[in-house]
């Protein structure tokens, strides 16, 4: 049986789609083509439910929240970080997952971004791990303003949830130092581990059986996805192996997040911004 057991997406704002379907059949062709880009520049809360073999009873129900790719600046407003800091505060996760790429180009947007992400608040923590913008900018700023915020760096570390899950957090595969055995280096055996990531091409690098839920952004769902045609304007073949969603890896089951902000182009079509809910559930 699948561990993934049920999925749903809430979009905001409500746009009426049925209104445009009852259009005629060329007419509803092309509502539907606004539809979607419409939606596709709404941020949406992905929920999703996941049997997590080894989780002991008593954290079944236990909620993480992950987004990534802010990247705040000329693209991407305040109001809009805001709202994903609302949305995923609305959610009452247990804990929340940040990975990476802040801003895009200039170290002076990690304050605001910081400032507006500092509002996020999790009974378990708010952790994050860096993005290849983040080492593209200068490490050493993301670590100077995340030092001055409530949330944690948890680069290539992790940490015990009441003994009984595992959650660790990877750096970035293109600008980092990624160390599998340091991350995971204080889980107890037999725990779950659910891992956080920016790149999901890192789950290729990973050992066998790592984690029960890898979990990664960076592509943003290739952000203007036109199915058949984009794959081919993608520059490389990690670009092209992982767009948005669940995959099976031989390191575990990873899910990759298409992010909150907007990279070169003020534009999404078919790859709306997101953030994402799981809910893990004892296997
Ligand atoms: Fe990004």
Redesign the pocket.
């Known amino acids: 049986m699948s561990p993934v057991s049920t999925a749903s997406t809430t979009p905001a704002p409500p746009i009426s789609r049925r209104a445009f379907l009852k259009t005629s059949a060329k007419g509803a062709l092309a509502a539907g083509c606004v539809f979607s880009l419409g939606d596709a520049m709404s941020l949406h809360v992905t929920h999703k439910t996941l049997h997590l073999t080894g989780l002991p009873r008593s954290l079944s129900g236990f909620k993480v929240a992950f987004a990534s ?1 802010f ?1 705040h600046g000329p693209l991407v407003d305040l109001p809009t970080i805001r709202e994903a800091v609302d949305r995923i505060n609305a959610q009452s996760p247990d804990v929340i997952l940040l990975g990476g ?1 802040y801003i895009t180009l200039g170290i002076e947007y990690y304050e605001g971004v910081f400032e507006e992400l500092s509002r996020l608040a999790a009974p378990r923590g708010v952790y994050s791990v860096p ?1 290849n ?1 983040e080492y593209g900018n200068g490490i050493v700023h993301y670590r100077k303003y995340l030092s001055a915020t409530p949330i944690a760096d948890l680069t290539n570390k992790g940490f015990a949830v009441d003994s009984g899950l595992y959650i660790a957090g990877l750096d970035d595969e293109w600008g980092g130092s990624p160390d599998a055995v340091a991350a995971v280096a204080d889980a107890p055996s037999g725990v779950p581990r659910v891992v956080f990531t920016h790149n999901p091409a890192l789950a290729d690098l990973l050992p066998a059986g790592f984690a029960g839920l890898i979990i990664a ?2 592509t ?1 769902g290739w952000q203007v996805y036109v199915p058949g045609v984009t794959r081919f304007a993608m520059p490389i073949d990690s670009m092209r192996k992982y767009r948005a969603g669940y995959y099976r890896t031989a390191a575990g089951l990873m899910y990759v997040s298409r ?1 909150v902000g907007l ?1 070169h182009i003020p534009l999404r079509l078919w790859a709306s911004a997101e953030v994402t809910m799981f809910t893990l559930k004892s296997a």
Request: aromatic share 10%; charged share 20%.
């Open positions: 790719d990247h790429d993005g913008h952004g960076h943003h992010g990279y």
